[in-house]
């Protein structure tokens, strides 16, 4: 897809993600109910209503594109917008401030575009994969390598209680080494975070795509390694997503590695 194709989806992409975040607030001070899905996970009447509306207005643009939706679900299969209309929805329902609309586009089964938009804030960060991430228009500083220690700061995630429960001792193990870890409950603008430097690195079980795919982009156009092993033959399955800054990646990647040897 030409550069110019995408900057022009990722214009529309950064003009509905802010109209989509005023619908979220508008939903959360009207008051909704929420219930609880068959994954445990919560949803509210506003991530149905901002998917729907990011859905329609999408594909009146740009009708050929595919679309998947965390609640409306879809197909990946060509140019695809992968969408989390609210990440972070217990945060959302439970009115803690630390939610954001992602709108990720993937061309070739890559990331080609993300935007994550955190209303509360206004601070959207945004940008195509070739290029480094913006946050409000600035452009963000390149990553910086980072050792895995006291000087590092990590997010992570759900950790799913596997067999010897590696992700616990995987937290357990960063925090043995001096790293700063917290879990704010919205992957994506977490990984948003990482992407513009608020944050070294982040980590999570089973991340969904939706949730991932714009942060992806993010990340792409940074130049922080990551680990995202999607299966898009299969987009609503979960992966163990990682992203660091350069130095603390593969050290991280070492540390889990040695301790599931262990
Ligand atoms: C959330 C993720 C978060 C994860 C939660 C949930 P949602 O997405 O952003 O990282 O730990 O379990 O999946 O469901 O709020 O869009």
């Known amino acids: 897809m030409k550069k110019e194709e995408l900057s022009e989806r990722l214009a529309l992409a950064e003009r509905l993600a802010r109209e989509a975040g005023a619908l979220a607030i508008d939903y959360q001070q009207r008051g909704f109910e929420v219930e609880l899905k068959s994954d445990a996970s919560l949803v509210t009447v506003a991530d149905g209503a901002v998917e729907t509306f990011l859905k329609e207005r999408l594909a009146d643009a740009f009708p050929a594109d595919r679309f998947f939706g965390e609640e409306t679900g879809g197909g990946v299969d060509g140019p695809s917008w992968i969408i989390d209309p609210i990440d972070g929805t217990s945060n959302y329902a439970r009115r803690r401030p630390f939610w954001c609309?992602?709108?990720g586009f993937f061309v070739d089964g890559a990331p080609a575009l993300g935007v994550v938009y955190d209303p509360l804030r206004d601070e959207m960060f945004h940008g195509l994969a070739s290029a480094p991430p913006l946050l409000n228009g600035t452009v963000c500083a390149p990553l910086e390598p980072v050792e895995l220690g006291p000087r590092a700061s990590m997010g992570f995630g759900s950790m799913e209680t596997e067999p010897g429960r590696p992700g616990l001792r995987l937290v357990g193990a960063l925090l043995d080494a001096g790293v700063s870890m917290r879990n704010f409950g919205a992957?994506?603008?977490m990984?948003?975070?990482?992407a513009s430097g608020?944050?070294?690195?982040y980590f999570e079980n089973g991340l969904k795509l939706w949730d991932a795919a714009a942060a992806l982009a993010l990340l792409k156009g940074a130049g922080a390694p990551y680990a995202a092993p999607f299966d898009l033959s299969e987009p609503g399955r979960g992966a163990p997503v990682t992203a660091a800054a350069p130095q603390l990646f593969e050290a991280f990647v070492a540390l889990k590695r040695d301790l599931a040897a262990s």
């Open 101 to 103: 609309v992602s709108i």
């Open 198 to 201: 608020r944050f070294d690195g």
């Open 187 to 189: 992957g994506a603008l």
């Open 191 to 194: 990984l948003a975070y990482v």
